[in-house]
């Protein structure tokens, strides 16, 4: 399990952007069974955890007195830097399941693409219900599925762990073998002067002689 370690914010002490700019991050743990707490969270720390664990993995807090087993829950960006500027912490309980999206992972070969077909994937990732302890980090897609132009791979498909809930349609699409559009052949624009100029030339004919 990934921990991180947190300290408890005084909101009344420093602004959001003095705890920027000290190197943490203004942020927030509450849960069912959890009161809402305003916390801070070292950048560099925060930033190493959110690329290992994404929002699907268990991260327990620690520095508040017993550890908290919590999920990314949201994080806010800065829309110019992208960097996070608030967090929320979903304190999880044991037993209790919850619902996350997980990204899923494509493996495999798929011959209809290896045969010139588009590979289309429509979806990234994927709504489950699974208690926390047993949450996936990422669901397998395997592209071997794909074997002629115009298949697809439904959520029905994706092997699922014990436990685990899928909380989509079972024909939801994930992917898809899709035939390559063939480009259009623009024709060139027929020559108007040539046009013109014959017209012309069998107006002269026709004219009366004077």
């Not at 327990?60 to 017993?66: E, I, Q, R, V």
């Not at 709504?127 to 029905?156: G, R, W, Y």
């Not at 898809?176 to 004919?205: F, H, L, R, T």
């Amino acid at each position: 399990m990934l921990s991180l370690t947190v300290e408890k914010r005084d909101t009344n002490a420093a602004t959001l952007s003095a705890v920027r700019s000290s190197g943490r991050i203004p942020a927030i743990v509450y849960g069912a069974h959890q009161e809402a707490t305003p916390i801070t969270v070292d950048a560099i720390a925060f930033t190493k955890v959110l690329r290992e664990a994404g929002e699907a993995t268990i991260v327990a807090l620690t520095g508040l007195g017993a550890d908290i087993p919590t999920l990314i829950h949201e994080t806010d960006r800065d829309p110019i830097t992208s960097r996070p500027r608030h967090v929320d912490f979903y304190a999880v309980t044991k037993g209790e399941k919850v619902q996350v999206a997980v990204p899923l992972t494509f493996i495999g070969e798929s011959a209809a693409v290896e045969k010139g077909a588009n590979l289309i994937k429509v979806l990234h990732e994927i709504e489950i219900e699974a208690d926390p302890m047993n949450l996936p980090h990422t669901i397998e897609v395997d592209l071997s599925l794909l074997a002629v132009l115009n298949d697809q791979i439904h959520a029905k498909d994706l092997q699922i762990p014990a436990g685990v809930e899928l909380m989509v349609e079972p024909e939801e699409v994930i992917a898809i073998a899709q035939e390559v559009a063939a480009e259009k052949v623009e024709e060139a624009p027929a020559d108007i002067s040539a046009i013109e100029v014959e017209k012309k030339g069998k107006e002269e004919a026709e004219a009366p002689v004077a």
